[in-house]
């Protein structure tokens, strides 16, 4: 469990979490990661890509301080990210955002997946971590065959997907189904409303 914090956006709530259980914590913004590294968090994932010298100052301080995973589904921020790491004097971890039918970010073949994750693990001070994907709720057999067959591409280059993140509040009916995946992001879930009630959970 990894749960995402923007729906609540609070950090006192998101160390319930982690004492409940949760393995750490998904932020969508810098901004939010930074308030709950203040706020005592020590494992965070941002899932959205971090473009430009000022914000990837920002992840570097943070790096330095907490646990930090970052997304990336193109060249351009992976090429941007060693940059935070050199700030930070250590490795930062990256998963590669896949798209397996929800069209809203991701790369969208495991070919382009496998490739970008060789990019990240070529970089300075990058450390290829998995893969982060947000199926839709009718597309979890569709997301398996992208899941293996970049396993495949990614074992023939000699990599492994230590991370495997799969997301949303509507899935979590859903957990368990995809073979290989590590653990789940949902964000409405901690209230329990009628969303929630209507989508199964």
């Not at 920002?58 to 050199?86: E, H, K, Y």
């Not at 994907?133 to 396993?151: I, N, S, V």
Request: hydrophobic share 40%.
């Amino acid at each position: 469990n990894r749960p995402h914090i923007k729906t609540h956006k609070s950090p006192e709530l998101a160390r319930l979490q982690v004492q409940g259980g949760a393995r750490g914590i998904t932020c969508q913004k810098l901004g939010e990661a930074e308030v709950m590294a203040d706020g005592g968090l020590d494992d965070i994932m941002i899932s959205y890509n971090i473009l430009g010298e000022e914000k990837l100052g920002r992840l570097g301080a943070l790096q330095r301080r907490v646990r930090m995973i970052v997304a990336a589904d193109n060249p351009v921020t992976v090429s941007g990210l060693p940059l935070a790491a050199a700030i930070a004097g250590r490795d930062l971890e990256v998963v590669v955002e896949c798209d397996t039918g929800r069209k809203r970010a991701g790369v969208e073949t495991p070919n382009e997946a496998v490739d970008l994750a060789k990019m990240i693990e070529a970089s300075p001070g990058l450390r290829f971590a998995g893969f982060l994907m947000y199926p839709p709720e009718d597309g979890w057999q569709r997301t398996q065959t992208f899941l293996d067959t970049a396993k495949a591409g990614l074992r023939d280059a000699g990599l492994e997907a230590a991370i495997v993140s799969t997301g949303g509040s509507p899935n979590l009916p859903h957990i368990g189904e995809l073979t290989g995946s590590t653990e789940h992001r949902s964000g409405t879930s901690i209230f329990n409303d009628r969303m929630q009630v209507a989508a199964g959970v």
